[in-house]
Nanobody, 123 residues
Framework: QVQLVESGGGLVQAGGSLRLSCAASGRTFSSYAVGWFRQAPGKEREFVAAISWRGDITIYADSVKGRFTISRDNAKNTANLQANSLKPEDTAVYYC????????????????WGQGTQVTVSS
């Protein structure tokens, strides 16, 4: 069992940066792949980035590639999403999620979810 809590969201101007954090409880966090997803009002939840349990494999959505960086620190039970060069279309609630086995892009295959953190990018 893993419990996840996101933090770091907020209001930022276009071109700015935010660092989202996902704090996990449970001693087996290092066994889980972590994904970040986002959901804007009226839209489906979409994949943003994912990282393998060991941190050696990362996957990014095309829309954020080159601007966002996912990382993790298993010793601290945390995963982070550094979001740079933010655009108004990045506005959404951002969720972290965890699953055993490999990192992947489909939200339905993630078993554990945080409550989300709001990111708003003004133009």
């Amino acid at each position: 069992q893993v419990q996840l809590v996101e933090s770091g969201g907020g209001l930022v101007q276009a071109g700015g940066s935010l660092r989202l954090s996902c704090a996990a409880s449970g001693r087996t966090f290092s066994s889980y792949a972590v994904g970040w997803f986002r959901q804007a009002p009226g839209k489906e939840r979409e994949f943003v980035a994912a990282i393998s349990w060991r941190g050696d494999i990362t996957i990014y959505a095309d829309s954020v590639k080159g601007r966002f960086t996912i990382s993790r620190d298993n010793a601290k039970n945390t995963a982070n999403l550094q979001a740079n060069s933010l655009k108004p279309e990045d506005t959404a609630v951002y969720y972290c999620a965890a699953r055993l086995q490999y990192a992947e892009t489909r939200p339905v295959n993630y078993n554990y979810w945080g409550q989300g953190t709001q990111v708003t990018v003004s133009s």
